[in-house]
């Protein structure tokens, strides 16, 4: 069978659930129960006029990324705006945070979630923009001491959830999103600066967007180190809610609503850039 057949035959529902069912086995049955319970939420409390609710492992991939001694910070795909409010939270008095949304509508979304939920304080330090993120590193070579990309991705859970995404569903999108991940993945790591710690993120299931596009970067940048994520950033004071445990993954971490009382999914790599010596 061609691949171009075999594609056309995994696609829609049918397709959707083979695919999954080959990827976890007898498991995928109880991650499709647990997406049909509500995600776990947590409350984040900024210090702004209102809360913010988002799943509680986007905090735990958040508060992975290191900010000690970062004073030049960028979310590069950050709308709605929860892991913007994280950093924002936790930077430095002395730390900006560029906070970059390539779409107009969720640009507009996320300035509404800066405003909203951040002091005005930190408000002011907080710089939201339109851009590309696969292009920004044109003009912001090395300029960022961390850096959080919450990827576009296949979003499996809304995918079943919407019986028309569902229908549409096919292996390709999966390719076409992974080679955007890494269009994006490969500009944050040109826009870090050496000794900077850049966090990769999706709500897929698939390794091919999560840690195949990491086992990319590592293969073609001889700087790039994978860490082990641990919770670097104060949240206690932001949120009453408890972080879920992640399943150790090759190059990350993965969070999985079956195993993390309804949180996730969340992929995750804590990466750092490593100055070579000459």
Known sequence: MKQKDRNKKLAGSEGFEAYYSNLFGQRWQSIKEAFALESDYAEWKAGGEKSYFLDSGSVRAAVSLPLENAVDILDLCAAPGGKTLVLASNMS??????????????????????????????????????????????????????????????????????PKYLSEWSPSRIKTLSMAQWALLSSAWRMLRPNGYLLYSTCALSPDENDNVVAKLLKKFDDAKVLKPKISLNYKNFTESDLPEYEKTEFGAHVLPDKAAGAGPLYFSLLQKIPLSH
């Not at 002091?119 to 696969?134: F, S």
């Open 93 to 162: 008095p002395d730390a900006n945070l560029l906070s970059n949304e390539r779409s107009p509508e969720r640009k507009n979304r996320l300035a509404n979630t800066v405003k909203d939920c951040l002091p005005l304080e930190i408000q002011e330090r907080v710089t939201v923009i339109c851009k590309d993120g696969a292009q920004m590193c044109l003009k912001n070579e090395e300029k960022f001491d961390a850096i959080l990309l919450d990827a576009p991705c296949s979003s499996e859970r809304h995918v079943l959830a919407d």
